[in-house]
């Protein structure tokens, strides 16, 4: 069982920077393969950025690409999501998820465990 919990949501202007932590419980942490996914009322969850268990591959979904950054601490059971250059598009609830699959599979039903979210608004 992992519990997740993130942080560092809130409202910033477009072109603007946010830091998003996931906190995991747990000593394994380093066993799974985390992700960020997001969802804007009214669409689809959104695959954003995922990471190996070590750490040493990543992932990021097209429409963030070259703008965010995902990488995690295993000694401190901490993943983060830098998010520079925000756009009003990237407006949505942010949820951490844990996977136990090896591959970064950029799918929300391949993780077992997810966050509550956090709210990002991105104003223009």
């Known amino acids: 069982q992992v519990q997740l919990v993130e942080s560092g949501g809130g409202l910033v202007q477009a072109g603007g920077s946010l830091r998003l932590s996931c906190a995991a419980s747990g000593r394994t942490f380093s066993r799974y393969t985390m992700g960020w996914f997001r969802q804007a009322p009214g669409k689809e969850r959104e695959f954003v950025a995922a990471?190996?268990?070590?750490?040493?591959?990543?992932r990021y979904g097209h429409s963030v690409k070259g703008r965010f950054t995902i990488s995690r601490d295993n000694a401190n059971n901490t993943m983060v999501l830098q998010m520079n250059s925000l756009k009003p598009e990237d407006t949505a609830v942010y949820s951490c998820?844990?996977?136990?699959?090896?591959?970064?599979?950029?799918?929300?039903?391949?993780?077992?465990?997810w966050g509550q979210g956090t709210q990002v608004t991105v104003s223009s």
């Open positions: 998820a844990a996977s136990s699959e090896v591959i970064l599979f950029p799918i929300p039903n391949t993780y077992s465990f």
């Open positions: 990471i190996s268990g070590s750490g040493d591959s990543t």
